[in-house]
């Protein structure tokens, strides 16, 4: 069983060989790749390629990830960021003044909108090399998350409670941009496309408002990456407990969790859900390869024989995390998983 058919199998509830090794890891696939730069990467699809698939051979995990960082769609759409040379990009000035402009928010070609671009052809660039043994995944954003990239998070926040029905109408664009992005990945060669949607998390917002302000533009994200082909993979940050079993309702594949939740607590509230998490990258940055190795452990042994499991960090893995921690562990998990 190569390691494209591992992840197919976890994703599918039956058994592999072994539960897949899969991190959430994007422009810190750099870490492979000591002589490129962050922006290196960000900007240029054949270095962003390259240093998915060495990472993939180096470390020995079981797929791929694509993504450029959380200004990706703000960016395509007219924010302005900042991209410095080693580190993720930072927002300068968004689209937007008010959700009241939500009109200004068109849907870029991804074929020839940056960054998107870029990402696109770098998917194509990992599918032409590896696809055959390598599960790749691609990232986009939740429409809250687009949201915050043409808009002031504060501004947004404020708007959930004082403009709703604008609100609405801004996601309803931020979701078709989301879904446009999506597509162009799949069709370039992705099987799975995660999105990344922090604001939706319990730590920035309430239930309810998860339950009015998320969840329905989830689900016509996670629908239409369906219809086009491929798994959809929820990413929300935080503590996703009060949370969890609205997540399970929206449609999609595989649930990522992080550090800060209890495998066994989800899955009391969503079960039958794939999870993948959720070893601490702090842990990862700062530990040593014998606390790396016992976390693994720990969690593995609370995962038990369910196979609806991926092996992974419970957020992006930082660019200062040492080797020999990645090493060691992808080497727990390759010794402890079931």
């Known amino acids: 069983m190569n390691s494209r ?3 197919q199998a976890a994703l599918a509830g ?4 072994r539960t897949p090794i899969f991190p959430k890891i994007a422009f810190s ?8 730069t962050v922006l290196d990467y960000m900007t240029d699809p054949a270095c962003m390629a390259k240093a998915c698939i060495e990472a993939y051979r180096r470390f020995g995990w079981d797929g791929v990830s694509l993504h450029t960082d959380i200004g990706s769609e703000g960016m395509a759409l007219g924010s302005v960021y900042q991209r410095p040379v080693s580190g993720p990009a930072e927002l300068q000035k968004p689209l937007l003044a008010s959700a009241g402009e939500y009109q200004r928010i068109g849907i870029p070609d991804p074929l020839s909108t940056e960054p998107m671009k870029t990402v696109v052809q770098a998917v194509r660039l990992v599918k032409e090399q590896i696809g055959n043994e390598a599960y790749i995944l691609a990232w986009t954003n939740g429409p809250l998350n687009v949201a915050s990239q043409v808009l002031a998070l504060d501004e947004l926040l404020m708007s959930l409670l004082d403009e709703p029905e604008t609100v609405h109408l801004l996601l309803e664009r931020c979701t078709q941009v989301a879904i446009a992005y999506g597509e162009e990945l799949i069709r370039a060669g992705a099987d799975a496309i995660a999105f990344g949607h922090a604001t939706a998390s319990s730590n920035v917002i309430s239930r309810s408002h998860y339950e009015e302000f998320a969840l329905p533009y989830e689900k016509k994200l996670i629908a239409a990456i369906h219809r086009f082909g491929a798994k959809a993979v929820t990413h929300i940050c935080g503590d996703i407990m009060p ?4 997540i399970a309702q ?4 595989v649930i990522d969790f992080d550090h800060v939740c209890d495998i066994k607590a989800l899955r009391q509230k969503a079960p039958g859900k794939v999870f993948r998490g959720n070893i601490n990258p702090a842990l990862l940055a700062m530990g040593t390869p ?3 190795r016992a976390a693994v452990r720990a969690l593995l042994q609370d995962v038990g024989e369910d196979p609806r499991f991926l092996l992974g960090s419970g957020c992006e893995i930082g660019l200062n995390t040492p080797l020999e921690n990645l090493h060691a562990f992808v080497d727990a998990g390759k010794e402890y998983a079931g």
Do not use: F, W
């Open 250 to 253: 929206n449609g999609s594949d």
């Open 29 to 36: 696939n750099t870490l492979a790749c000591p002589d490129m």
């Open 243 to 246: 949370t969890v079993d609205l």
């Open 5 to 7: 058919q591992r992840v």
């Open 290 to 292: 014998a606390q790396v």
């Open 14 to 17: 039956a058994l592999p060989d």
